[in-house]
């Protein structure tokens, strides 16, 4: 099985920041990475498909990079909406989330 | 309107079964390849089942041979069928449509059922 890997856990930012996450695969995927955004009460929301591809209608601040083992998603200027919790997915063989990262304000 | 609503979700005693229904409206189930995923209080979300047009079924390995996904073309409706409930099975349980043609990610979401194992 694949495993992806997460990086931060949490992390706190202010609004106006950019913020990068991190996500690792245990063996290469290709592109076939995908980011969600979570927040409470509510489905998980498609924002990037295939590494680097933006969902219709997420706002150009979200951006997706990588390939291979290693991928990131940036966002350039935190908005209020934004603080949420975001997962990387791997669709290379069959599915697998990673643990997540809670973006926080401070 | 493109959108998945499941149903079936309760509160189960350890051991019981059931089965989850999640049904599509603006899309077609049987052309698509549908999905489910769960989320325990205050956990992640975790993959669970895949079923692809063709009618090939995956599972995650931790609920391998107690979890059966199967659709009903007739009611355009998606099905997770839940045996052998134990209390790690608790969770919010989404169905949630793969969109092949953009890196196989998960482009709709139902709005998810609760599932509660308990005595």
């Known amino acids: 099985d694949i495993q992806m890997t997460q990086s931060p856990s949490s992390l706190s930012a202010s609004v106006g920041d950019r913020v990068t996450i991190t996500c690792r695969a245990s063996q290469s995927i290709s592109n076939y990475l995908n980011w969600y955004q979570e927040k409470p009460g509510k489905a998980p929301k498609l924002l990037i498909y295939?590494?680097?591809s933006l969902q219709s209608g997420v706002p150009s601040r979200f951006s997706g990079s990588g390939s291979g083992t290693d991928f990131t998603l940036t966002i350039s200027s935190l908005q209020p909406e934004d603080f949420a919790t975001y997962y990387c997915q791997q669709s290379y063989n069959t599915y697998t989330f990673g643990q997540g990262t809670k973006l926080e304000i401070k | 309107e493109v959108q998945l609503v499941e149903t079936g979700g309760g509160l189960i005693q350890p051991g019981g079964s059931l089965r989850l229904s999640c049904a599509a409206s603006?899309?077609?189930?049987?052309?698509?390849?549908m999905s489910w995923v769960r989320q325990a209080p205050g956990k992640g979300l975790e993959w669970v089942s895949v079923i692809y047009s063709g009618g090939s079924t995956y599972y995650a390995d931790s609920v391998k041979g107690r979890l059966t996904i199967s659709r009903d073309n007739s009611k355009n409706t998606l099905y997770l069928q839940i045996n052998s409930l134990r209390a790690e099975d608790t969770a919010v349980y989404y169905c949630?449509?793969?969109?092949?043609?953009?890196?196989?990610?998960?482009?709709?979401w139902g709005q998810g059922t609760m599932v509660t194992v308990s005595s």
């Open positions: 295939a590494a680097s």
């Open positions: 949630a449509r793969v969109y092949i043609s953009r890196g196989r990610a998960f482009d709709i």
């Open positions: 603006g899309f077609t189930v049987s052309t698509n390849y």
